[in-house]
């Protein structure tokens, strides 16, 4: 059974930066696809970046494309989201997810993912 913990997560100025991080246990981080969702207060969760198995590419929401990165530790079993030029909009609950497949057209779907860590709050204040 996949486990995930997220840390990292706080509270920001505009234009700041955060990292968050995911502990994954039960399953290596090379061999599954990880993503990070978000859900802000009163709105659906919502995709914003994936990592597919295998060295299979990394993919973001347009929302925080040039903005977030996502990495794979391979070594320490984790993946990371650097979030640079915070704004209030990025204000929500973080959440990582893991699957064991990696179909591409599927990835930035929070259907696809049957492994969900208990989230990480980010605020990011005007």
């Known amino acids: 059974q996949v486990q995930l913990v997220e840390s990292g997560g706080g509270l920001v100025q505009t234009g700041g930066s955060l990292r968050l991080s995911c502990a994954v246990s039960?399953?290596?981080?090379?061999?599954?696809?990880m993503a990070w969702f978000r859900q802000a207060l009163g709105k659906e969760r919502e995709f914003v970046a994936a990592?597919?198995?295998?060295?299979?590419?990394?993919f973001y929401a347009d929302s925080v494309k040039g903005r977030f990165t996502m990495s794979r530790d391979n070594g320490d079993n984790t993946v990371s989201l650097q979030m640079n030029s915070l704004t209030p909009e990025d204000t929500a609950d973080y959440y990582c997810?893991?699957?064991?497949?990696?179909?591409?057209?599927?990835?930035?779907?929070?259907?696809?993912?049957?492994?969900w860590g208990q989230g990480t709050q980010v605020t990011v204040s005007s």
């Open positions: 039960g399953r290596t981080v090379s061999s599954t696809t």
């Open positions: 997810a893991a699957t064991s497949t990696g179909i591409l057209s599927t990835v930035q779907l929070h259907t696809a993912y049957n492994s």
């Open positions: 990592i597919r198995r295998y060295g299979g590419g990394t």
